[in-house]
């Protein structure tokens, strides 16, 4: 979002000028303010590192930056460890206290002594620094729940538990595949739906009916089977097309939107976005690992109504 911005302003200054464009710029500063906002009480100066897994995972480039601009550490689990029990940085004058940490690897590889015992990206102890409320990790241990694309079948049921109200925006049609009613449809109109495995991202273990020859239908049939749980399917969505430019020539390409919404103290939902781009004719497929790209995302300000 940030990147795509930056280009933008530097290509169109002139759009920029003349249309009220609300600006991004602020997201580091706010993501910083949010993080900092999770530290232990009582500490007047709390240190925040952002965590990666290294110069090869897909998404370091956004790691390195997001700490560049916030002004903080870029930090691997080779760089921390638990002393005097709490979490402390490797630095040239010695070791440094982290209070907070904005992590960007998965949990299984946070702790060798708590989840995976060959993990060489995480620091052994770290999940004890954590239960006893000496460091914060953002995002807490276990939200990544929330990428089990299960869970989004039963949305509307938690508006209405935590909040008693129903939900504003409607649901996409969501089939349960250990549901015995919702297989047997599936399984009899795998040509209409997109199938997708619950624990994926980033476009992989996805079966798109409409495009798929009957060879992959079959093979993703034989998949539901032998293990139901691990799969849902949707009706294939018409997505929002936009002009795109590739190569020499304009295409009508599919898009998608993610926001970018931060939860500390306040809420904060950035008035921007990334907007994914499927490049490859005809896909539907829009993550950048699949070959998508993407667009800058304005909002404009609202018009002063003049009398």
Not at 30 to 49: F, G, I, K, R, Y
Not at 55 to 69: D, V
Not at 265 to 294: C, E
Request: overall charge neutral; glycine content about 8%; charged content about 20%.
């Amino acid at each position: 979002m940030l990147e795509n911005r930056r280009v933008m302003k530097t290509t169109l200054p002139i759009v920029f000028n003349r249309m009220p464009i609300l600006p991004v710029d602020d997201y580091p500063g706010q993501l910083l303010e949010t993080l900092l906002n999770l530290a232990p009480p009582s500490l007047p100066d709390p240190t925040v590192v952002v965590m990666t897994p290294g110069q090869h995972n897909s998404t370091y480039f956004e790691h390195s930056f997001l700490a560049q601009q916030m002004g903080v550490e870029l930090v691997e689990g080779r760089d921390l460890v638990v002393a005097d029990g709490y979490l402390q940085m490797r630095t040239t004058k010695g070791l440094k206290r982290v209070d907070v940490v904005y992590r960007r690897l998965d949990d299984e590889f946070l702790d060798p002594t708590a989840f995976r015992t060959d993990s060489m990206l995480g620091v052994a102890g770290l999940m004890d620094v954590y239960r006893r409320g000496r460091v914060a990790l953002a995002n807490a241990p276990g939200t990544g729940v929330a990428d089990d694309k299960v869970i989004y079948a039963y949305v509307p049921q938690m508006v209405k538990y935590y909040l008693g109200e129903e939900h504003l925006i409607p649901n996409v049609p969501t089939y349960l595949c250990w549901e015995p009613t919702d297989q047997a449809y599936v399984l009899d109109n795998l040509d209409k739906l997109v199938v997708k495995a619950a624990n994926e991202s980033g476009g992989y273990g996805m079966l798109v009916g409409p495009h798929a020859t009957p060879a992959e239908r079959e093979d993703f049939a034989a998949r539901i089977c032998a293990a139901p749980r691990n799969y849902i399917a949707q009706p294939t969505l018409i997505l929002s097309r936009v002009p795109t430019l590739i190569g020499d020539r304009l295409e009508g390409c599919h898009v998608d939107l993610r926001p970018y919404i931060l939860y500390g103290k306040d809420i904060y939902v950035s008035p921007g976005g990334f907007t994914r781009v499927a490049l490859r004719r005809g896909s539907l497929v829009v993550n950048s690992s699949q070959g998508g790209g993407g667009k800058d995302t304005w909002v404009l300000a609202k018009a002063k109504v003049q009398e």
